[in-house]
């Protein structure tokens, strides 16, 4: 044996009963049921011909690994019929079972042997062998012996509710902004990705899919081309994410703190190298790198529309998603993946996390990169057609705002450990995310489409400020997205929003898009901006001033550049009528020029708020500050 060969493990088992059988092949820490490495198990026992018998063993296609039968073992004595996966846990990279079924053909002694081990690594020796015979026990009664218990088909197998009830139906606003789309767009064929990577047998897809949308992040924003640490997620998190599964974890790279931390924030690799496996820990890391906000494709419904997520990454970058893989997938090879497989997740609906970087319309797929290695698929990379398996279930993106010195040049082709990745496009596309880098960025949620979160909302009547558009009746449709804020909206109102923000010196001008609807003359009803208790902006809320849709309004706050300030947007009304003050996208930019996303042209749809209709959110109680009124 050469000196890179892999030792084999050989365990001798012994035991009186079936149940030291279980417990020693499936139970104790050592033995199958950890899937910690590739294994061999091998059963040999009587046949009896024409019977009919199942094996049921633990599995986690997320990381590539199944169990894969060698059929000429059996000696023409067993034929193996169909294999299938069962999810258990609603985690990405939770576990599931594999159903082998078989059949003897004729009554002799068998074996079956099976490898635990990756399709497209077919060599990848096992380092443990567990070899199981029995002179007097069928290999039927080995096989129920050792089978794992698992709930029903009928239990697991359909979602909570059909997908096609749940799937978002694109607006007219939607199809507006897509037609302004490249038919194909992949951000890995300009070099804005960073190497594929491999997860090994931690079912840390989760960590993966998160890390990686970052490091595009900072290729897109400022040409720095980084490698961060996926087990720093995996090692530090407090939501008990390990490599049993978890789910994404933007916030510990934007404001939460994980284990021994004092700050949030990514952790290099460098620092914190992947191990594959559940290692404490530590210590507390540097934090080099730290994300504003995220947030998914559309809150409202478990798969966003193919629309809505090809916009997402067009204007935000590559984005993190999940999806249902089965054999068919780890199987891949290339070509396009056209394989539905989300029965095998049943009511979980996706098991494994990835990365979506692009899509080409002329194929109808989207191209996914995987955290597998570049032995699989297409270099690591998959052309998996729109609608399979999940696909894009629960699809998020993260706001980063970028620095004003980028540490590295940017690659102008992908880097040469990772293969390219499919392409049939080369123009060079200028999307939204790098046009408007320079010039403005998002305040935390400040396209408030992460829901009630980080901004605190007050209403003396007690109505919820931010809204869905997919759930409130009679409210201007967002000028971004599905969710904006809505202030008044009733007389005798007072609310608003406020969060503790740092004003950066580079960028000390506010900026919102608001939209005016008032039945109120002006001199009553007030809209404006508040720092630190001061009032720094105030204007009319009336019809004389009235908007009819989305108008950009920017605040020079240079004064306050540097500092951290409690900002608040507020609007009041008197005892009479009724005035609305929406709000969305609110950013920090450089000028008092208008430098926000552009408006698009047939966004507006007719909206009636001549009554309030929000829906109770908080209970009314004395604002944080002081109740007085704005004056003109």
Not at 159 to 183: D, G, K, M, N, Y
Not at 478 to 487: E, M, R, T
Request: aromatic content about 10%.
């Amino acid at each position: 044996m050469d000196a890179t060969s892999r030792k084999i493990e050989r365990k001798k088992l012994s035991g009186t009963s079936f149940t030291d059988l279980r417990y020693v092949v499936l139970e104790n820490p050592c033995g199958i049921g950890a899937l910690a490495r590739p294994m061999i198990l091998e059963i040999n026992g009587l046949v009896q011909g024409g019977q009919a018998f199942n094996l049921v063993l633990p599995s986690n296609p997320s990381t590539g690994y199944v169990w894969d039968v060698d059929e000429m073992a059996s000696e023409a004595v067993i034929t193996v019929g169909e294999t299938q996966l069962r999810q258990l846990s609603p985690n990405l990279g939770g576990m599931a079972t594999q159903h082998l079924t078989f059949r003897g053909l004729r009554s002799a002694r068998g074996t079956l042997r099976l490898y635990y081990r990756r399709p497209w690594q077919p060599d990848e020796q096992g380092s443990s062998i567990y070899k199981i015979e029995s002179d007097r026990l069928s290999l039927a009664e080995l096989a129920e012996a050792l089978s794992i218990s698992t709930p029903q088909l009928d239990d697991i197998s359909a979602p909570t509710q059909p997908l096609q009830q749940i799937v978002a139906t694109p607006s007219p606003r939607e199809l507006s902004l897509t037609q302004e789309l490249p038919s194909s767009f992949n951000w890995c064929a300009q070099g804005k990705c960073t190497p594929v990577r491999d997860q090994g047998r931690c079912g840390s897809c989760w960590a993966f899919s998160t890390v990686g949308v970052f490091e595009s992040k900072l290729l897109i924003a400022d040409s720095n081309n980084q490698n961060l640490s996926e087990q720093f997620l995996v090692s530090c998190n407090t939501d008990g994410y390990d490599c049993d599964g978890g789910w994404f974890a933007h916030a510990y790279h934007i404001s939460k703190l994980g284990q021994l931390q004092s700050e949030p924030g990514a952790v290099l690799e460098s620092v914190f190298p992947y191990q594959a496996s559940d290692i404490p820990c530590g210590r507390a890391y540097d934090h080099p790198h730290r994300a504003v906000s995220w947030a998914y494709v559309n809150s409202s419904v478990y798969v966003p529309s193919v629309a809505e997520i090809k916009q997402a990454i067009y204007n935000h970058g590559p984005v993190a998603a999940a999806v249902c893989v089965g054999t068919a997938f780890d199987n891949y090879r290339g070509g396009i993946f056209s394989t539905d497989e989300k029965a095998v997740c049943g009511s979980s609906m996706v098991n494994h996390g990835i990365i979506l970087v692009g899509w080409d319309d002329s194929q109808q797929v989207w191209i996914l990169r995987n955290s597998w290695g570049t032995l699989w698929g297409e270099g690591g990379y998959m052309r998996i057609r729109y609608g399979i398996s999940n696909v894009g279930f629960r699809a998020n993106y993260l706001v980063y705002n970028p620095s004003s010195t980028p540490t590295s040049p940017a690659p102008t082709t992908p880097p040469p450990t990772t293969p390219a990745p499919p392409s049939v496009n080369s123009n060079l596309y200028l999307p939204l995310v790098l046009r408007n880098a320079q010039r403005g960025f998002l305040l935390p949620n400040g396209d408030f489409e992460q829901g009630h979160v980080i901004w605190q909302e007050y209403s003396k009547n007690g109505y919820a400020i931010l809204y869905n558009i997919l759930e409130t009746v009679n409210a201007a449709p967002p000028y971004q997205g599905v969710w904006a804020a809505w202030l008044g909206g009733a007389p005798d109102e007072i609310s608003y929003i406020q969060q503790t923000v740092f004003i950066p010196p580079e960028t000390p001008y506010l900026s919102y898009w608001h939209w005016v609807d008032s039945e109120d003359e002006c001199g009553y009803d007030f809209g404006g901006v508040l720092i630190n208790s001061t009032v720094a902006d105030v204007y009319s809320l009336c019809m004389d001033l009235d908007t009819s849709g989305w108008v950009q309004h920017t605040i020079d706050l240079r004064q306050y550049a540097g500092q951290t300030v409690n900002l608040q947007i507020r609007a009041e009304t008197d005892s009479l009528f009724n005035s609305n003050l929406f709000i969305d996208q609110v950013i920090f930019q450089a000028t008092a020029v208008s430098s926000s996303i552009p408006k698009p042209s047939d966004s507006i749809i007719s909206f009636e708020t001549k009554a309030a209709s929000h829906l109770p959110f908080l209970t009314p109680s004395s604002p944080l500050l002081s109740e007085k009124m704005f004056h003109p």
